[in-house]
């Protein structure tokens, strides 16, 4: 039995049962109710009615997607801007590769006579041993003494032409390349009349005077290294008319200010036009601090020398060197005195 089932029986059986137990007249509202209820009743019987649905079945609603985090501003604070993006890196730029090393015959100098910087001792190179040794005393300020002013600026030259000034600059380079705590570059100046790269059977264009012409910043394109790891040559470069005067430009201040600069354990070795000549050698004389005079034995003059030293004025330190000497015989000295020599 249904629930209004129940309450219709309920209903109409306290409505025939007045109070006291006795029977009762039903009143009109009774017999209304009655009626009405008995109506649904039938009508429930009848399936007139349907019955309210099932609660469907609890689902969980889906969990909203997640939202994308938004920047919000506060109250009368306007939002920061989003950073921008950082650029793109530049594709770095590979350095410009230096010069390929000069091959410097070393063989054909040992057999000429002339000082390699390996090999056995010569009488050459002992010889230039005993030249070089005060000249790097003044240039680095050895055995407690402070070096010369420019003292690392080395002038080779001579009085007049064919005095053996650029074979004596090129013996003292190489002597000073087998160094171990010093590099020496040799510097071609004789700009008249070059020598250097015929002496050494090397090949060269650019070089000294095309960068007082041009005025080109790097040096390091003009700077040759050799074979020889501690030895680089300036070449001479192209002819020009205003020798003189570019030498003495302010260019040529600056281009021993960097040579300086960059190469500061390095001995510049001027080979120098000869003095009685020309007037480059004066003009760089002026920028030297040492200068090495060669005089050929037996042929220059001395009045000559004199008038040659007259011409470089106050130069710091100036040393002569006799070139062309008659040999003294101690080939033998050499070969019996020396290491493991009893």
């Not at 050895?142 to 070096?147: E, H, K, L, T, V």
């Not at 000034?165 to 510097?187: P, Q, T, W, Y």
């Amino acid at each position: 039995m249904s629930l209004i089932e129940r309450a219709v029986a309920r209903l109409t059986q306290n409505e025939s049962d007045p109070p006291g137990g006795g029977p009762a007249a039903a009143s009109p509202e009774a017999a209304e109710r009655k009626t009405t209820i008995e109506r649904l009743a039938e009508r429930l019987e009848s399936g007139a009615i349907a019955p309210a649905p099932a609660a469907p079945s609890a689902v969980p609603p889906a969990a909203p997607s997640a939202a994308p985090a938004a920047r919000v501003a506060a109250p009368g604070v306007p939002a920061a801007p989003a950073p921008a993006a950082a650029p793109a890196a530049a594709p770095a730029t590979a350095a410009p590769a230096g010069p390929e090393p000069l091959r410097i015959h070393l063989e054909g100098l040992r057999a000429r006579g002339m000082v390699v910087p390996s090999g056995t001792p010569t009488q050459t190179s002992q010889e230039f041993r005993i030249v070089k040794r005060p000249l790097l005393a003044n240039a680095f300020g050895r055995s407690g003494q402070a070096p010369v002013r420019n003292g690392k600026r080395i002038m080779v030259t001579s009085a007049l032409p064919g005095e053996g000034k650029s074979f004596c600059a090129i013996n003292l380079a190489m002597s000073i390349a087998a160094e171990r705590d010093h590099g020496v570059i040799l510097i071609d100046a004789d700009v008249a009349r070059p020598s250097i790269p015929r002496e050494l059977g090397i090949e060269v264009q650019a070089g000294l005077m095309d960068w007082l012409v041009d005025g080109a910043p790097d040096l390091s394109q003009l700077v040759l290294p050799t074979n020889v790891d501690t030895l680089s040559i300036l070449p001479a470069g192209r002819r020009h008319e205003q020798a003189t005067e570019l030498l003495a430009s302010e260019s040529m201040g600056r281009l021993l200010a960097q040579l300086s600069e960059r190469y500061p354990d390095r001995i510049l070795i001027f080979d120098s036009p000869p003095l009685l000549v020309t007037t480059e050698a004066r003009v760089l004389a002026s920028y030297m601090g040492q200068i090495v005079m060669v005089v050929e034995a037996g042929k220059t003059p001395r009045s000559v020398v004199a008038e040659a030293l007259e011409a470089i004025g106050s130069s710091e330190i100036v040393g002569l060197v006799l070139n062309k000497a008659h040999k003294i015989e101690t080939s033998g000295y050499y070969q019996g005195y020396g290491y493991g020599a009893a």
